[in-house]
């Protein structure tokens, strides 16, 4: 279902149910741009059940108010892109299916090895040959009709002069992350396509003032950058556009990736651009033990440096983190305590900024005629009371749960 106007129905017919929202906020239905995975299930990992692994994880989030979602693959070997990409790449959202995959986001392989974080080091590519290595390594024809958008490092050989084509020939939105990027090279990469950060902060070289590299990003002005070398290659009919002014940037708001006072700092100097993104991986919904992210092993539980209440996701044996196991609506919380911003912006970064990065908010992350009825009702303080998806009635604080 979609939201229509109803004076187009006025005199033809009533209603045919009444919700009363009971004072609740009503919003749109959270998108999650990054997810590794949830509920004992990882999108890397699960190769040989990766229908169930989407099913599982998809109803499960639903139930969390989040009614869309980028299924999120850690960098792999070449035949894992090819086995698992057909199964999450686009499949609209239902009371049977879950929340919508809008897509893959295919976070890697094309990083920088000293940037690698929980990603395997043997996975790792450079792309000497151009969009030839790239396209060998999703499979042909996978990156057009299952990604919807790819982080890569554009320091790394071969990539930087990938992004125009990827955007342009492929529809594939590029994010940058997992690198060590120049301020120069950041803003080339933005300038020939690219319009997002992953994780920002984590995983790429820390603000400096004299090359703040990727993170310069959200006060740099690129528009004057030449890229008339892509000029040949026309633009689809996609709305996204790469000015200046369209940088987009995740932010893990679980207190633990970036310190709440970072977040406000970032928030601050461009706040238009935040998206809030869990990031999360197996663990998330269930109790401390040992999971995978990919192939690495994951210890979940309370992390020394952190009170005793505080759980975090790391490389087994390490204090390196492995994604979170954080839930979007607490992202939403975290993020209006850490800015002080208003109800209305919390929301906004949960659902019209990600709809916008990815070229989709006629659809998502809004409650405009003609959007996609995927709707949530929230008490004053933030929790999830009601999710409805393309307007099916999912879930209820009471305890009805429809599937």
Known sequence: GII???????????????????????????????????????FSFNRENITECLDVISQGILQQGCTSFCP???????????????HIGKRPGSLQNGAESLGAHVEGPFLNPEKKGAHEQACLQAAPNGFDDI??????????????YMTIAAEVEGVLDCVAHLVRKCGVGISQGHSLATSKVACQAQAN???MITHLFNAMSGF??????????????????????????????DPRTHSAADVFYGLICDGIH?????????YASHP??????????????????????????????????????????????????????VTLIECVRNFKK???????????????????????????GTLRYGADADIIFLDDDLYVQQVFIRGAKVYSVEGETTR
């Open 4 to 42: 229509i106007n109803p004076t187009s129905l006025y005199g033809l017919r009533n209603p045919d149910t009444r919700i009363n929202a009971n004072g609740a906020i009503v919003a749109p239905g959270l998108v999650d741009v990054q997810l590794n995975g949830a509920f004992g299930y990882d």
């Open 258 to 266: 970036v310190h709440p006072s970072v977040v406000k700092i970032a």
């Open 208 to 237: 400096h003032h004299r090359d703040p590299g990727i993170i310069g990003l959200l006060g740099a002005d690129y528009s004057s950058i030449s890229n008339t070398k892509y000029d040949s290659l026309s633009p689809q009919s």
């Open 272 to 325: 238009a651009g935040a998206i809030l993104v869990t990031d999360a991986m197996g663990a998330m919904g269930l109790p401390d033990g040992q999971y995978k992210l990919g192939n690495v092993s994951v210890d979940v539980g309370p992390r020394l440096g952190l009170d005793e209440t505080t759980r975090a996701a790391v490389v087994q044996g390490t204090n390196i983190l492995a994604g979170s196991i």
């Open 193 to 195: 396509g690219a319009n």
């Open 135 to 148: 396209e060998s390594c999703f499979g042909a024809g996978n990156l057009s009709r299952f990604v919807a």
């Open 338 to 364: 850490f800015t002080g911003c208003s109800v209305v912006e919390a929301i906004d970064a949960a659902t019209l900024h990600p709809a916008q990065m990815l070229g989709i908010s006629s659809r998502k």
């Open 72 to 86: 999120t693959v850690v960098s792999s070997m070449p035949e894992t892109y090819h086995k698992i990409l057909p």
